[in-house]
């Protein structure tokens, strides 16, 4: 299954979550969609609720099932456990990293930003969003006055969004640097990401 690229606020009123940014028009209707929708849905297998939450994470960061599939076969591989290491990888993608410190409104515009072309790390341009940034490495919206007033607007908007300790953001030159890996508390919380692993060790 592709990215998804359709209505956002039908997925948010699917899952009764803001998956996506909220709008107006799921806070008038937050309720299932559908003609029915206001009705008590019916009681949800365990399968079913393993999709879900695996759905609602994928959607989240904007990723096909191909690579939500292998990030989390690399994290099953890794000694730890597979919930956490998962989500931390997920948490240290470039394009997540740029949504996190405020460069872009959304997960999905962070992901633009990264595939135009914006963003620097470690000296390099970086257009791959996938790209996993690691402890030490240097973030940098590129110099050109494009980039830069792109970058500026977003932060102008995203005021009330707090830069996680694990990143230390430079408002003033638009440069940031990854402090350490981020710590499981710092993760997407809203997702039961045991389900996830139950989902896929079925």
């Keep these: 299954m592709s990215r998804y690229t359709g209505p956002t606020t039908r997925i948010n009123r699917r899952f009764s979550q803001a998956i996506f940014a909220p709008t107006k028009a799921f806070e008038r209707k937050p309720h299932l969609p559908g003609q029915h ?9 365990d399968y079913a609720i393993g999709l ?3 759905q609602k994470l994928r959607y989240m960061y904007g990723m096909t099932e191909k690579q939500f599939r292998l990030t989390f076969e690399r994290a099953k591989s890794k000694r730890g456990v597979t919930g956490e290491i998962f989500l931390q990888m997920l948490e240290c993608r470039l394009d997540n990293a740029v949504y996190r410190l405020g460069l872009a409104k959304s997960r999905a515009a962070a992901r633009q930003f990264v595939g135009h072309g914006h963003i620097v790390v470690n000296g390099k341009k970086t257009d791959i969003s996938s790209f996993s940034v690691k402890e030490g490495d240097e973030i940098e919206v590129r110099e050109r006055t494009s980039s830069r007033q792109l970058a ?6 995203s005021q009330a969004r707090t830069v996680p300790e694990w990143l230390n953001l430079n408002s003033d030159t638009l440069k940031a640097t990854v402090n350490r890996i981020p710590s499981v508390d710092e993760t997407e919380q809203s997702i039961n990401v045991q389900l ?7």
Excluded: A, C, Q, W
């Design 37 to 45: 929708g206001p009705r008590l849905r019916r009681k949800l297998s």
């Design 52 to 54: 879900n939450e695996k």
């Design 152 to 157: 500026t607007k977003s932060m102008e908007g």
């Design 196 to 202: 996830i692993v139950e989902y896929y060790s079925r």
